[in-house]
């Protein structure tokens, strides 16, 4: 049974920084393209962030291009998102989820999220 | 950036009755279309792949199809278990984008 369960969530004042994390399990995390996706309360789904499985492909959505940065350690099974630079605007639950196989970039595994508040 | 835009926002729907949901694209996307169902408090959850796979759980009363630009979400017999949010969402182009969600409820 697929897995994922994140971690880092918290609040964070404007301008801050913080780590999210996802630990996988139950599948080959190496081989899966992995992403975080995003929801404002209240709001619709925002895909914010792409890895592919060895991590030579990345991608992000323009509204945190330059100060997300998303990562992976194959050898720990973990999807990591560093996201610098935080805004008001960054608050959301983000997921965790794993893509079924490159170049099929949509999310047949999902999270249960952790919450980003960035608020003075 | 592509964007979808999906219809109606709101769908009031009684039990046993058919909803039809709308995606459409503001470019061609071919095939690449996927369906998510959300319940709140809950991670969305994989429908469709493909515009027209069902996801492994799902019933045959979920029925999806389309390509190009123009894509529906079918539910033929509306269960209590379906009043949720649907999104769509294209994994064609770079950024990968969702519609804004249609919700179902029950009427």
């Known amino acids: 049974e697929v897995q994922l369960l994140e971690s880092g969530g918290a609040l964070v004042q404007p301008g801050g920084s913080l780590t999210l994390s996802c630990a996988a399990s139950g599948f080959s995390f190496s081989i899966h393209a992995m992403n975080w996706v995003r929801q404002a309360p209240g709001k619709g789904l925002e895909w914010v962030s792409v890895?592919?499985?060895?991590?030579?492909?990345?991608y992000y959505a323009d509204s945190v291009k330059g100060r997300f940065t998303i990562s992976r350690d194959n050898s720990k099974n973990t999807l990591y998102l560093q996201m610098n630079s935080l805004r008001a605007e960054d608050t959301a639950v983000y997921y965790c989820a794993k893509g079924p196989h490159w170049p099929n970039n949509y999310f047949d595994d999902w999270g249960q999220g952790t919450l980003a508040t960035v608020s003075s | 950036e592509i964007v979808l835009t999906q219809s109606p926002a709101t769908l009031s729907v009684s039990p046993g009755e058919r909803a039809t949901l709308s995606c459409r694209a503001s470019q061609s996307i071919s095939s690449s279309l996927a369906w998510y169902q959300q319940k709140p408090g809950q991670a969305p959850r994989l429908l469709v792949y493909g515009a027209s796979t069902r996801a492994t759980g799902f019933p045959a009363r979920f029925s999806a199809s389309g390509s190009g630009t123009e894509f529906t979400l079918t539910i033929s017999s509306l269960q209590s278990e379906d009043f949720a949010f649907y999104y769509c969402?294209?994994?064609?182009?770079?950024?990968?984008?969702f519609g804004g969600g249609t919700k179902v409820e029950i009427k």
């Open positions: 969402q294209q994994y064609n182009n770079w950024p990968l984008t």
């Open positions: 890895i592919s499985g060895s991590g030579n492909s990345i």
